[in-house]
């Protein structure tokens, strides 16, 4: 459903590596999204759920949600029909 606003949440994402190895990420713009994972691949697999639930959650809640990169998600009956809103 939010494919192509998630590929570009994911492009610009900043990557960083920890003291024991494992990764955090973050994406700039996108308020509380962080994920952290024991390996890059298993950090950018959590994110990519963590992005998903962000925008799920926004719209329950009809909170904006910021365009990235060029990508933007707004409230449709279209939309709608694709999640839970209750």
Known sequence: MNNEYIETALVQADYD????????AIVPG????????GSLEECRSDL????????VARLQRNYP????????????EELADDIDLS
């Open 17 to 24: 590596s920890l003291e024991d190895g494992s990764y955090v």
């Open 65 to 76: 949600i910021p365009p990235i990169g060029g990508q933007e998600i707004s409230f449709s």
């Open 30 to 37: 996108l308020q509380g999204v962080i994920a952290i994972g």
């Open 48 to 55: 990519i759920e963590v992005i998903d639930e962000w925008i």
